[in-house]
């Protein structure tokens, strides 16, 4: 069983940054690879970036490469999304979560296990 806890949403101006943390339980962090979605008002729930068990690997959404980073603290349990230049487009409820899926199959969200509750994110114009 893995818990996950997101923090560090918030109400930013377009052209901003924010970094959401993911904190998770449990001793078997490291053998989780860990996703972000993100789920805006009326839309499907859309994936962000992945990031393999050992953090050597990330995979993003063509709509945040360049501007979204993804990177994990094995010894802290935690997975960060750093958001910078972020748009209004980028508004939405974000969540992570883990999966023990093949990198190929990391983009799809009924490949993970585990979610956490998600954190709101509010880009203003």
């Known amino acids: 069983q893995v818990q996950l806890v997101e923090s560090g949403g918030g109400l930013v101006q377009a052209g901003d940054s924010l970094r959401l943390s993911c904190a998770a339980s449990?001793?078997?962090?490291?053998?989780?690879?860990m996703g972000w979605f993100r789920q805006a008002p009326g839309k499907e729930r859309a994936f962000v970036a992945a990031i393999s068990g050992s953090g050597d690997s990330t995979y993003y959404a063509d709509s945040v490469k360049g501007r979204f980073t993804i990177s994990r603290d094995n010894a802290k349990n935690t997975v960060y999304l750093q958001m910078n230049s972020l748009k209004p487009e980028d508004t939405a409820t974000y969540y992570c979560?883990?999966?023990?899926?093949?990198?190929?199959?990391?983009?799809?969200?009924?490949?993970?296990?585990?979610w956490g509750q998600g954190t709101q994110v509010t880009v203003s114009s």
């Open positions: 449990g001793r078997t962090f490291s053998s989780y690879a």
């Open positions: 979560a883990a999966s023990k899926a093949a990198p190929i199959m990391l983009g799809r969200s009924r490949m993970y296990d585990y």
